[in-house]
């Protein structure tokens, strides 16, 4: 079963329009949230690390937060070079990462 | 900052063809990691290793084999290349011991075999 869901599969927004992402996650034991950007031909790169619900964290236009249950990506008035795929990915008990398959944000100008 | 390289960026092979595929860190970490993706599917993990010599499958081992002489190289062996194998490779390592755990990759291989 899908243990990391991310909505919506691709998002087009309009330069300056505010939207989060969703990432949701049914493993028993979270052990870290993590977020990536990853550009077209290119490897993911890191953005965030969240542990516990109620954490946030933010980078320029940014913000991700977490529930029990999922956590959110905001964007705030993007502008088109925050285009890209955004993972998610979650830890469990080892060392090893769980992702989404990422939801494809295009931003126009 | 975090530097991981992987040997190619574009790879063309025959099928029954053995490919390696090469993996460099340059931040003294002691986990790395060797993914596939495919569109749709998300990144998937083929093997892993947390030290030299060791290593673990993942949830898609077969066909796959991998090699740690080294704790900064990582590669990973494809024993006789299948036109199912193409796809987009990624290598990435992290620090393993008590602290956060993020992941860093490389740029990726993009592997077609014919």
């Known amino acids: 079963e899908d243990q990391v869901t991310q909505s919506p599969e691709a998002l087009r927004l309009q330069e300056g329009e505010s939207s989060s992402l969703n990432c949701s996650y049914t493993v028993s034991g979270l052990r870290g949230l993590f977020w990536y950007r990853q550009d077209p031909g290119k490897g993911p790169e890191f953005l965030f690390t969240l542990y516990s619900a109620g954490e946030e964290k933010e980078k320029e236009r940014l913000k991700a937060t977490l529930t029990k249950k999922e956590s959110f990506l905001h964007i705030t008035a993007p502008k088109p070079e925050d285009s890209a795929t955004y993972l998610c990915a979650v830890r469990e008990d080892t060392d090893k990462l769980i992702f989404g398959t990422g939801t494809r944000l295009q931003v126009f100008p | ?114």
């Not at chain 2, 340059?26 to 083929?46: C, K, S, V």
Request: net charge neutral.
């Open chain 2, 1 to 114: 900052d975090v530097k991981v390289t992987q040997s190619s960026r574009y790879l063309v092979k025959r099928t029954g063809e053995k490919v390696f595929l090469e993996c460099v860190q340059d931040m003294d970490h002691e986990n790395m990691f060797w993914y596939r993706q495919d569109p749709g599917l998300g990144l998937r993990l083929i093997y892993f290793s947390y030290d030299v010599k060791m290593k673990e499958k993942g949830d898609i081992p077969e066909g796959y084999s991998v090699s740690r002489e080294k704790k900064e190289r990582f590669s990973l062996i494809l024993e006789s290349a299948s036109t199912n194998q193409t796809s987009m490779y990624l290598c990435a390592s992290s620090y393993r011991p008590g602290t956060t755990y993020e992941q860093y990759f490389g740029p990726g291989t993009r592997l077609t075999v014919t």
